[in-house]
C-alpha cells in the first residue's frame, strides 16, 4: 500500500515539475498582443539542412559542400552568420500554438520539455528567455517540424525557427532536446565533431551519418576539457550500421569511447552538463564567468 501511495505521490509531482514555466513566462499583457505580420529577413523553406540538424542558406550550404566547414567559417557568409555574438543576454522566445494549447500526447511532453530546456538555460546562466513582444528584432521561435533541427547562430532579423518532432523531442529522456537546438541558435557546434575528438572517441567507418561526424577545425573549444556529458554530443547508438540483408539498422555501437567507466551517459539529453554551461558563460556571460 505505501508503495503505492509512493507512487501516485511521485507521478503527481511528476505532473506538477514538468508543467511548470520559466518564472517569466505567462504575461497577460504578452498573451494578448497581436503583432502586425513582419515579412521575413530569410526564407526558411531556401534553407538547407547540414550536419543532421543545422540550416543554413544555399549559398552558406554550397560552400560547405565545396570545402567543409572550414570553408564556410572562413567565408564572407560565415562572417554574416557569426555575428551570432551579437544575441544579447536577454534572448524572446515563442511557442508554436499546437504546443502551448496541447493538454496531452506528444505536443505537451514537446511544451514541457521546450520550459524545462528554458528554465535549465535560465537557471544556470546569465541568459533569460522572456516571451516575444512585437518589437521584439530577434527571437526564438519553437515550431513543430519534420525533424528536430535549428539554425546556426542569430537571425539578420526576426525569427529564429527551431523545429521539434516528437521522434526527437518528445519523452522524459529528451527534455534538453530544445535546449541543444537552442544552443546550435547560441552558435555552437556538435561536441563530438570538436578539432580533437579523434583523442576521446573512435567514430565507426560504416556509421551512417557521416557528415554529422566530420571534424570541425573552427568550433571555439575556449579550451575546455573533451565533454562526453555535453547535450551537444551524440550517443553512440546514433548513426547505427545499416544492414542492407536486413533492411534495417542494427543495433550496433557507432562511437567507442576512450571514456573509463560508463559510457551509458554519453549524448544524453536529460539535463545540461557543466561544461555546456561553462561554454555558454564563456561566450554570452563574460562578467559572471
Ligand atoms: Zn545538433
Known amino acids: 500500500m505505501r508503495l503505492i501511495i509512493a507512487f501516485i505521490i511521485c507521478m503527481i509531482v511528476n505532473v506538477i515539475s514538468v508543467e511548470i514555466p520559466p518564472a517569466d513566462y505567462f504575461d497577460e499583457d504578452i498573451e494578448n498582443e497581436s503583432c502586425p505580420e513582419v515579412e521575413r529577413a530569410e526564407d526558411e523553406e531556401d534553407l538547407v539542412l547540414i550536419d543532421g540538424d543545422i540550416l543554413v542558406t544555399k549559398e552558406q550550404a554550397a560552400i560547405y559542400y565545396e570545402s567543409g566547414w572550414d570553408g564556410l567559417v572562413n567565408s564572407q557568409n560565415w562572417m554574416k552568420l557569426n555575428s551570432l555574438n551579437e544575441w544579447s543576454k536577454t534572448i524572446p522566445h515563442e511557442i508554436d500554438q499546437q504546443f502551448v494549447s496541447a493538454t496531452g500526447g506528444d505536443d505537451k511532453s514537446i511544451k514541457s520539455n521546450i520550459f524545462l530546456s528554458l528554465k535549465a538555460l535560465q537557471d544556470k546562466t546569465c541568459l533569460k528567455f522572456p516571451q516575444k513582444r512585437c518589437s521584439d528584432p530577434y527571437y526564438l521561435s519553437f515550431v513543430k517540424g519534420d525533424s528536430c533541427s535549428t539554425y546556426l547562430g542569430k537571425p539578420f532579423a526576426g525569427a529564429r525557427v527551431i523545429n521539434l518532432k516528437a521522434n526527437c523531442a518528445a519523452g522524459t529522456d529528451r527534455k534538453m532536446t530544445p535546449a541543444h537546438e537552442v544552443m546550435h541558435a547560441l552558435g555552437r557546434a556538435h561536441e ?98
Open 192 to 289: 563530438h565533431q570538436r578539432a580533437d575528438r579523434n583523442r576521446y572517441v573512435t567514430i565507426a567507418y560504416w556509421n551512417t551519418c557521416n557528415s554529422q561526424m566530420t571534424i570541425k577545425e573552427g568550433f571555439r573549444t575556449f579550451n575546455q576539457p573533451y565533454d562526453y556529458y555535453s547535450i551537444m554530443h551524440y550517443s553512440p547508438k546514433q548513426c547505427q550500421y545499416y544492414s542492407y540483408t536486413s533492411l534495417a539498422y542494427q543495433d550496433s555501437m557507432t562511437f567507442t569511447s576512450q571514456l573509463k567507466g560508463s559510457s551509458s551517459d554519453v549524448g544524453q539529453r536529460g539535463s545540461l552538463s557543466p561544461g555546456d554551461i561553462q561554454h555558454i558563460k564563456r561566450v554570452y556571460c563574460p562578467s559572471v564567468y
